[in-house]
C-alpha cells in the first residue's frame, strides 16, 4: 500500500525544461517499480517511462528518448522525470505509477494495468 503525490507540472514555452517529481509514501518504496503516464485530452493513458527498483534499467517510449530521463532517489522515496526540449504535444497530465508484480517485458510495463498505485497527476502544458 503506497499513496503517490505528483507536483512540479506548470505552463512552459516550447524548447524549455521541467522536472516533475513524484513523492511515495511508506518504507518499501524501494520494492517497486516506478512508472510515469501521461493522458493528453480526449486521449488514452500512455506510456511514457519506466524504471527498475534499484534504478539500474530504465526505458521510454520512443517520443521522448534523448529527451526525457527517469531516476529515483529511494532515500527519498521519490522518483523524477526531467524533461527537456518539451514539445507541444507534450501537453498532458502527468501521472505516476508503482508497480509491485516484479514482472518484465516491453508489452507488460508500458501497460497501464500493470501498476498497482497512482498518484492524481500534474499538468504541464507546453506552448508554442
Known amino acids: 500500500q503506497v499513496q503517490l503525490v505528483e507536483s512540479g507540472g506548470g505552463l512552459v514555452q516550447a524548447g524549455d525544461p521541467l522536472r516533475l517529481s513524484c513523492a511515495a509514501s511508506?518504507?518499501?518504496?524501494?520494492?517497486?517499480?516506478m512508472g510515469w503516464f501521461r493522458q493528453a485530452p480526449g486521449k488514452e493513458r500512455a506510456f511514457v517511462a519506466r524504471?527498475?527498483?534499484?534504478?539500474?534499467?530504465?526505458y521510454y517510449v520512443d517520443s521522448v528518448k534523448g529527451r526525457f530521463t527517469i531516476s529515483r532517489d529511494n532515500a527519498k522515496n521519490t522518483v523524477y522525470l526531467q524533461m527537456n526540449s518539451l514539445k507541444p504535444e507534450d501537453t498532458a497530465v502527468y501521472y505516476c505509477?508503482?508497480?509491485?508484480?516484479?514482472?518484465?517485458?516491453?508489452?507488460?510495463?508500458?501497460?497501464?494495468?500493470?501498476?498497482?498505485?497512482w498518484g492524481q497527476g500534474t499538468q504541464v502544458t507546453v506552448s508554442s
Open positions: 505509477a508503482a508497480d509491485s508484480k516484479q514482472d518484465s517485458g516491453k508489452n507488460y510495463y508500458t501497460d497501464p494495468s500493470s501498476y498497482d498505485y
Open positions: 511508506g518504507r518499501t518504496f524501494s520494492s517497486y517499480a
Open positions: 524504471i527498475s527498483r534499484t534504478g539500474r534499467t530504465t
